[in-house]
């Protein structure tokens, strides 16, 4: 069927309860399961299953406004949830981490609702329509997200580049087992891994990951169809809904992230070159930047060049 064609109402209202069946299977319940226990957790896992839950929020929330989840049935769930969803707010909004992770434009969202002024979902015009062309961007983006959300090695290179105090971050490059850090990360996988370092798998999954966003982005922006509303507005509010997971807007997630693409490059050489390859520098320097480039689309700037980022 055409994406641009109209949708008959009873279609369109099982599709939407088919997204939001989805959502709540394959996303919330994780989050929320999370956040079930977190006397249970590492305290670095507690602040990245906050942050996770948070995010799941924004995905329901932008996935109402243009259509995508039925209005009704969101509320359902959200209420069903709402005392652990609300308790996570409150205490993310007391930490450092609620001001970086989410951007001025998420956080009055939030406050939008969960401030008990309005019902949920209600901080928008009900009575605005969004074409089929951009539900079907937001289901683009949001199945690639979750996937990227969905895996352990992920996690943990998240939970380290966003959490881990600054005198602990030497023991995580070194990549040696630490009682410390497995006192306050959750590495409980951490061996199952093949890699030189734990962190390595996590950094790749990474950049396929922004390599597919990036796709999806050259498509809305090169796509001769515009949409009023604005395809690349909207596309940066999906980006910023996840964006603390690759925070390079601040520099400490820049440099550590460079950290493991560096360690990551060196790895994958020798493993290709058999230690052969005479400027091991001058490539690792080509793969830093090209890293970088792509690190630009989440914040780092793009005036610095990787080399002194």
Not at 126 to 148: I, P, T
Not at 191 to 197: K, Q, R, T
Request: aromatic share 12%; proline share 5%; with cysteine.
């Amino acid at each position: 069927m055409d994406i641009l064609s109209p949708v008959e109402p009873d279609a369109l209202q099982n599709r939407q309860e088919s997204n939001l069946s989805f959502f709540v299977h394959d996303r919330l319940s994780l989050a929320l399961s999370y956040n079930e226990k977190p006397h249970s957790l590492p305290p670095m896992t507690v602040k990245f299953a906050q942050i996770s839950l948070l995010e799941s929020y924004l995905w329901l929330y932008w996935g109402v406004v243009i259509g995508y989840f039925p209005p009704q049935l969101s509320r359902r769930v959200v209420y069903e949830h709402f005392g652990s969803i609300l308790r996570v707010y409150e205490a993310a909004l007391t930490t450092p981490e609620m001001k970086t992770c989410f951007t001025p434009a998420s956080q009055i969202i939030f406050d939008a609702e969960f401030n008990g002024r309005r019902g949920l979902f209600t901080s928008f015009k009900d009575e605005e329509e969004y074409s089929e062309r951009v539900s079907s961007l937001f289901h683009a983006v949001f199945v690639l997200a979750n996937g990227y959300a969905e895996s352990g090695s992920v996690s943990r290179l998240t939970q380290v580049v966003a959490f881990v105090p600054d005198d602990l971050w030497p023991v995580v490059v070194s990549g040696k087992q630490s009682p410390v850090l497995e006192q306050i990360l959750d590495l409980k996988e951490e061996s199952a891994s093949g890699s030189d370092h734990w962190t390595i798998d996590g950094f790749f999954a990474s950049l396929d990951f922004m390599e597919s966003f990036r796709t999806i982005q050259d498509d809305v922006e090169s796509s001769t169809d515009r949409n009023p509303r604005g395809f690349y507005d909207f596309i940066r509010s999906l980006k910023e809904t996840q964006q603390w997971r690759l925070n390079f807007g601040y520099t400490r997630d820049r440099e550590r992230f460079l950290q493991i693409a560096e360690l990551a490059a060196t790895a994958y050489i020798r493993q290709v070159s058999g230690g052969k390859i005479p400027d091991i520098p001058e490539a690792l320097r080509m793969f830093r930047n090209n890293v970088y480039g792509l690190m630009t689309d989440w914040g780092a700037p793009i005036a610095r060049s990787a080399s002194n980022a």
